[in-house]
């Protein structure tokens, strides 16, 4: 199986940052990268496809970058209804999830 | 609208059965793959399962093979996991999800539903 990193686990910021969330591949997964929002008791929302494709209706702030083994999600200018968790998901074969990176506010 | 809406989930004794539902409306179920994905208690996402648009191919995370069986009947709109011989460890909220594709290359999960939690416990 293909292993999935996001480290930190927690990361603390203030509206208005740029927040940059770092997502690992143990091997080469090429583009076949996706991530995920989820706030507390809601499911997941699908924001990136294909490591760097916006998912419609996702605003513009959130982008995605890398190809191999990093990526990047990168919030430009982050707002409050942004405090959430971030997963990253590989698609290359079985898919697995990093094991997220919870953004708080400072 | 596009919606997925799980059913099933419930309290369990360990060692028994329950069959998860996801009835999906608002598109065209019969040319999607579809997953299964939990998620513990104070924990991360895990792939289940998933299956084909016809229900020819399948394929289970390690944690459940040879216990949990995925299905669907097109003709209902609706995705299936059956759950035999549950453990402790099975306790999370269940989601299914719709998979989409970029081209013919990435797939990823699109659209959730809110999830049915399952807990296995004595």
């Known amino acids: 199986d293909i292993q999935m990193t996001q480290s930190p686990s927690s990361l603390s910021a203030s509206v208005g940052d740029r927040v940059t969330i770092p997502c690992r591949a143990s091997q080469n997964i090429d583009n076949y990268l996706n991530w995920y929002q989820q706030k507390p008791g809601m499911a997941p929302k699908l924001l990136i496809f294909a490591a760097s494709t916006l998912q419609s209706g996702v605003p513009s702030r959130f982008s995605g970058s890398g190809s191999g083994t990093d990526f990047t999600l990168t919030i430009s200018s982050l707002q409050p209804e942004d405090f959430a968790t971030y997963y990253c998901q590989q698609s290359h074969s079985t898919p697995t999830f990093g094991g997220g990176t919870k953004v708080e506010i400072k | ?122």
């Open chain 2, 1 to 122: 609208q596009v919606q997925l809406v799980e059913s099933g989930g419930g309290v369990v004794q360990p060692g028994r059965s329950l069959r998860l539902s996801c009835a999906a409306s608002g598109f065209n179920f019969n040319i999607y793959g579809m997953y299964w994905v939990r998620q513990a208690p104070g924990k991360g996402l895990e792939w289940v399962a998933v299956i084909s648009y016809d229900g020819s191919d399948k394929n289970y995370g390690d944690s459940v093979k040879g216990r949990f069986t995925v299905s669907r009947d097109n003709s209902k709109n609706t995705l299936y996991l059956q759950m035999n011989s549950l453990r402790a460890e099975d306790t999370a909220v269940y989601y299914c999800a719709r998979e989409n594709y970029y081209g013919s290359g990435p797939h990823y999960m699109d659209v959730w539903g809110k999830g049915t939690t399952v807990t296995v416990s004595s």
